[in-house]
């Protein structure tokens, strides 16, 4: 018997695996520039964010786990490549509305996975950010505040919980001290991804989130509220006036701050505040088509970058 079929009886059987995938964390990732669309770093970096995808279904459909759904979660939307990622996995590119913001509809997804994550902003790790790099910093309830506690609080309505977490060291630490018990993994930013032994790494990684299917059963993550939140806009004080003042934010030069009773209502006044200024808002059916346009365009880019053709 082999360590796939050694669960415990009594474990969870997460059928379908809903996997978050971003690129700062990722193995091909080892700039700034390479997390920046059309980019030559950037092309190269979604074939290799697409490789560790790869690998990562490759091992969940080995441990008997029956689908596997993966959501491009870093700027367009457009970062994977599917004719790299195993054909049994499903792909989604893009971003929606809702039910859950950009996600959409998770489906009957029972396990949350997030690779290629970053830590939260104004704290030490690569490319540390949250939502946006225009955020220097945001602190909630006298903490910085990382997307590993937005993401997975946005699906514990559907009771989804959060199972595996890979990033750079900073992030996974965050990770583990947000949500407790979190299984995480992580990579060395420190090593160029020139020099790193990735499809090492991506077994590795892959293999951890397979035995993190074998632990206790995990709860959806639903911090309790009311939420403070303290927000430095980077550019100051006039782009936090552009960003801020239109939604009646609280603001003081470039300092905003929200008032959020539970932690849905602090993730939507984020997405306002980084993302829609009203009149995009009150447009966002056609906002989210013309935007998701410039991603496929920016994927098509990359694939001639890379010269692959689409086979998927």
Known sequence: MNRFTQRPLDSPPYRHILILADIEGSSGCGSYRASSFMTRPWARACAAMSRDVDALAGHLFDAGVRQVTVKDFHRTGYNLLPEMIDSRARIVSGYRRGPVPGLGDPGDADGLMMIGMHAAAGTAGFLAHTLTSRLASLVVNGRPMAEVELFSASLAPHGIPPVFFSGCPAACGQARERIPGMPTFFIDKRIPPDALDAQRWRNEMARAAVQALDGRP???????????????????????AKMADPWGFERSGATVCIHAPDIHALYYSLIRLCYLPPVVEKSLPLSLALHNQLGRLGRLWVRRQLKIGYRH
């Open 218 to 240: 995990a709860a959806p993550y639903c911090p309790a509220g009311p939420f403070q939140a303290e927000i430095t806009i980077r550019d100051g004080r006039r782009a936090a």
